[in-house]
């Protein structure tokens, strides 16, 4: 089994809001993959005195625990699990109630000797490589439903964030866990798997440097780390400049089975 990991900050001068995490057992044949994006929030209030670094990282914790010790529950109830205790981690503290509350895409996926499970919320990527090399990426278009016009607006984005007809996130309601994307597919159809933050995913779906199998070919034969390399080395160029954010926080986990 190869399991490659990378993730880099849109701003060293920023914290990294992206969390990713692999497990895989010393001996058998399952593991776990995680990745978070954390929400940035629009300057001003968001009820919470930690920040989404904290947030993100709390989460990703409990989604790795529990995804790899609990393989009695489904994902979409590890995924419920992960949002109460993490929440109940600055309840007292916090409000949560706070439309911009510390919030994040997931994606989680688990696998074992008979079959691999995936669950994506938001606009995050699972890239799925079955056995004859075709790539089939899992994702949660709501976000993308939403005319860019209206995301321009924060007071637009904010009565659509975790609201019926909107988008989701995981933030502090374990409800919307009963909303993420999920499946399961038989262990002997899959090869690889690839998770991407939408920073890494940009170099298909926004720069349209290839589709989701030349994308899962760079990862196989440069690398996590080199997929965001070549995403940094576009930003870096004239393509860079037409975007609001140049620089994204960037993440992959890269899985073969």
């Known amino acids: 089994m190869r399991i490659e990991l990378a ?13 990713v995490s692999a497990l895989a057992p010393a001996f058998g044949q399952g593991g776990v993959l995680v990745a978070l994006d954390g929400v940035t929030p629009p300057r001003g209030e968001d009820g919470c005195r930690h920040g989404v670094p904290w947030f993100t990282s709390g989460l990703g914790g409990r989604l790795t625990e529990l995804s790899g010790s609990r393989r009695d529950m489904t994902l ?13 981690a600055h309840r007292d503290t916090c409000d949560l109630s706070h439309v911009r509350t510390p919030q994040a895409t997931v994606v989680l996926a688990r696998w074992d000797e008979e079959r691999v499970e995936h669950l994506v919320l938001s606009d ?24 860019r016009e209206v995301l321009r607006s924060t007071a637009a984005t904010d009565a659509l964030r975790n609201a019926p007809g909107g988008f989701h996130t995981a933030a502090a309601d374990p409800a919307v866990a009963e909303l993420a994307v999920t499946g399961t597919l ?19 779906d ?19 780390r080199g997929l965001v390399d070549r995403v940094r080395t576009i930003e870096s160029g004239p393509r860079g400049d ?16």
Do not use: M, Y
């Open 7 to 19: 993730t880099a900050p849109g701003d060293p001068q920023r914290p990294n809001e992206d969390w």
């Open 76 to 88: 979409e109830r590890i995924l419920a699990a992960a949002i109460a205790a993490t929440a109940d």
């Open 124 to 147: 995050s990527v699972l890239l799925v490589e079955s056995r004859d090399g075709r790539v089939t990426a899992v994702r949660d278009d709501r976000l993308d439903r939403v005319p």
């Open 186 to 204: 038989p262990r002997d159809r899959v090869r690889a798997l690839a998770a991407l933050t939408d920073g890494a995913s940009r170099w298909t």
């Open 206 to 224: 926004t720069f349209g440097e290839g589709d989701w199998a030349r994308c899962l070919g760079v990862l196989r034969k440069e690398g996590a």
């Open 242 to 257: 037409a975007r609001s954010k140049r620089h994204d926080d960037a993440s992959v986990v890269f899985v073969e089975l």
